[in-house]
């Protein structure tokens, strides 16, 4: 396992993946449990499933997850319109290691400290979303990046991790899917308030982006989409995961170039 976690991220739309564009303009990359059963094979250590339906107030499609988790052999964590305690029990009993909650969080903390009391701070990820407003700064997103809070990122991750969020993800949607890097102003200010892990998502393009996340940034993971779904930006599908000496020899802390 890579001492720096490097996690697909993939979003389910209904019963497909898809891929999109600063939470725009899905592109469709294929099954769930076939994408799943190719992981699987390149061995990654653990994965993403964010519902972008269910994040919009749908209820998740548990027919769909139960695939996922009676095919996959890694760790899965589940996100998306969890809003109770109770679908929480159905997702983690059907296998799901961790549960990602966003939304519901930010209009109920303490629906995290209910999780976290419930299955432990390890099994509850705060998932937060973030745009650059207009005069600059950055504000917390829900409702699939539809919804503005008003909230600073900073402030929300430490919200989130006293009510209990074992890890906080950290997604920029002006960056989700354009392969142009992590924003790592974002992750650093956040990882430098925290003291439990922050995932960098959102922009990821090449092993140097990741390197950047974590060195500069603070990052203690990685969630990556497009880079690992497509061949190259522009080009077409190709489920993939970078070779391990490659992301080992980026993320050694003695090598200073990639």
């Known amino acids: ?106 209009r109920n903390p303490s629906l995290v400290r209910e999780l976290a009391d419930h299955f432990g701070s390890q099994a509850v990820v705060g998932s937060i979303d973030v745009k650059k407003k207009l005069f600059g700064g950055y504000e917390v997103m829900i409702d699939g990046g539809r919804t503005g809070t008003g909230r600073d990122p900073v402030e929300y991750a430490l919200e989130l991790r006293r009510q209990g969020a074992g890890e906080i993800l950290v997604t920029s949607i002006d960056r989700e899917g354009t392969w142009t890097g992590f924003d790592v102003p974002l992750v650093k200010k956040i990882s430098e308030s925290l003291d439990v892990p922050v995932i960098a998502h959102g922009g990821g393009g090449s092993i140097a982006d990741i390197r950047e996340a974590v060195r500069s940034g603070g990052a203690s993971a990685v969630a990556l989409g497009s880079m690992l779904v497509f061949q190259k930006k522009g080009l077409g599908v190709l489920v993939n995961f970078p070779e391990r000496a490659e992301l080992e020899k980026a993320l050694d802390p003695g090598e200073d170039a990639v």
């Open 1 to 106: 396992m890579l001492k720096t976690r490097v996690i697909p991220c993939l979003l389910l739309d209904g019963s497909s993946l898809v891929k999109t564009e600063r939470f725009r303009d899905p592109k469709y990359i294929g099954d769930p449990a076939n994408t799943l059963r190719i992981f699987n094979e390149l061995e990654v250590d653990e994965i993403f499933i964010l519902d972008i339906r269910a994040a919009r107030g749908e209820e998740p499609r548990y027919d769909i997850l139960q695939e996922c988790v009676d095919e996959c052999f890694m760790p899965l964590a589940y996100g998306g319109g969890i809003r109770d305690l109770a679908q929480a029990k159905r997702l983690i009993g059907m296998g799901m290691e961790k549960v990602v909650v966003n939304s519901a969080a930010s």
